[in-house]
């Protein structure tokens, strides 16, 4: 077994990295042909992906040198001359790898726009120690969160002439992955690990690490030797929803206003998203009274109707309440309200799923005032009050016409206050047979 097959899932990622390896291993063979490796590749990707697993398996299977650069065991003064040392080492020890985990903490603070951050004098340091040791069988891999944290002249061919974008994991990933975390550990035969990959949606490597020793953990506190799947859900309502069951509840009215806001959200995340509820808590957590938590399509293109169904779903807590409070208005949805409108915006005027004329663009001359027109802004808010207040209206028939299966989750958060993925779909079911029989 080589190392990349001790990584779960990945599978084209991997396949490329271990297309570099053969490059490196017989680098004696194309070289008199006269090609050369890669100078450099960029593993680029959230935290927690598995970019350095990934490189350092690449590191491992090349089986060639590799120097490891630490900026964090090096004064700044010494910097330059660090790298340079390093370098040379490399290409005395040539073929090699020079390994740079976390490029991004060293030219910039990462997270921050790359114009506000971006460290001109570490990009020349690491810009001089590859251009004074240029060598065909030298490659830089480096990894970072952020490939616009870089500079163009670091990122042009010549430098790093792979980009590997490590990307969260699909759904078949996130299978593999749980089966590799579950491995070796006592897990109850009851348990769906096809379903933990379906409610882990969005959750990268080190969440779902993270997710299965919380689960683990569990187990360990309610002296159970086998981890089951009361201990899975526990673990996704502290880490999904960071509650707990021994949190304090809300007062009666607000834990009915809650349990209706996110019963709104559960029909129409069922009617909407299929089976992709998978959970939802009304125990408070900071400023939020409650949340659902919806798995995310794992296509990187979504149709119109996708992205329309999304902001429904968002507003479908607002449109309970309305539906259910008639007589009064609660604020407790302006998360939900702002989240549909930057949604909204976006389909309008970057997605053009409406046309071109809603296109944020300039109609002044772009020679003499880059601005946007009051004529297109104007045009563009209309449409886009328009779009959101057509889905609050889908929204409030859809709860109008699902009210019976609304009341049965309020009843079952109010009484249960956390309902998992298993929960909301045995009552979906059980609601949808009394329908056929009726």
């Not at 190392?3 to 291993?25: P, Q, R, T």
């Not at 002044?364 to 959101?388: A, W, Y």
């Amino acid at each position: 077994m080589n190392k990349f097959d001790k990584i779960a899932g990945y599978a084209s990622e991997k396949k490329e990295l271990s297309d570099i390896c053969k490059l490196i291993k017989s680098y004696d063979e194309f070289s008199e042909r006269g090609f050369r490796l890669p100078r450099g590749v960029l593993l680029c990707g959230l935290p927690g992906v598995g970019k350095t697993v990934l490189a350092e398996a690449l590191i491992e299977e090349s089986g060639v040198y590799c120097e490891k650069i630490d900026f964090e065991s090096v004064e700044e003064n010494d910097i330059s001359d660090y790298l340079d040392e390093r370098f040379k080492e490399a290409v005395k020890n040539a073929p090699s790898i020079v390994f740079i985990d976390e490029l991004d903490k060293f030219v910039g603070d990462p997270g921050v726009g790359f114009h506000e951050s971006y460290d001109m004098s570490a990009t020349r340091k690491i810009l001089k120690a590859i251009n004074d040791n240029v060598c065909d069988d030298v490659m830089v891999v480096a990894t970072i969160n952020d490939k616009g944290m870089l500079s163009a002249a670091l990122t042009r061919s010549g430098r790093f002439d792979k980009t590997i974008n490590v990307p969260l994991p699909d759904l078949e990933d996130r299978k593999a992955i749980i089966d590799l975390y579950c491995r070796g550990k006592d897990i109850a035969k009851k348990v769906d690990l096809k379903a933990l990959a379906k409610i882990t949606a969005g959750f990268s490597g080190a969440d779902i690490e993270c997710f299965v020793n919380e689960a683990g953990l569990c187990s360990v506190l309610a002296d159970r030797r086998y981890i089951n799947q009361e201990d899975f859900d526990d673990a996704i309502n502290k880490i999904i929803f960071k509650s707990s069951k021994k949190l304090k509840p809300l007062e009666d009215k607000d834990k009915d206003i809650v349990a209706v806001h996110e019963s709104g959200h559960i029909v129409a995340g069922l009617m909407l998203n299929g089976d992709n509820v998978a959970g939802a808590s009304i125990l408070p957590q900071g400023s939020s009274g409650g949340h659902v938590k919806i798995a995310q399509c794992n296509r990187r293109i979504q149709s119109k109707s996708e992205f329309i169904n999304q902001i429904i779903i968002a507003l479908a807590g607002m449109a309970a309440e309305k539906v259910f409070f008639k007589d009064d208005e609660y604020l407790g949805s302006s998360s939900d309200v702002e989240q549909a409108s930057e949604m909204v915006t976006d389909i309008v005027t970057s997605g053009c799923a409406f046309g071109f004329e809603y296109l944020l663009k300039s109609d002044r001359d772009p020679f003499t005032d880059s601005g946007i027109s009051e004529t297109r802004l104007q045009k563009v808010e209309n449409k886009c009050d328009e779009v959101l207040n057509d889905c609050m209206l889908k929204a409030n028939e859809l709860i109008e016409s699902n009210m019976d299966l609304v009341k049965k989750f309020v009843s079952a958060l109010k009484c249960n206050y956390t309902l998992t993925r298993d929960d909301i779909m045995k009552i979906y079911k059980r609601e949808t047979r009394k329908r056929k029989i009726a």
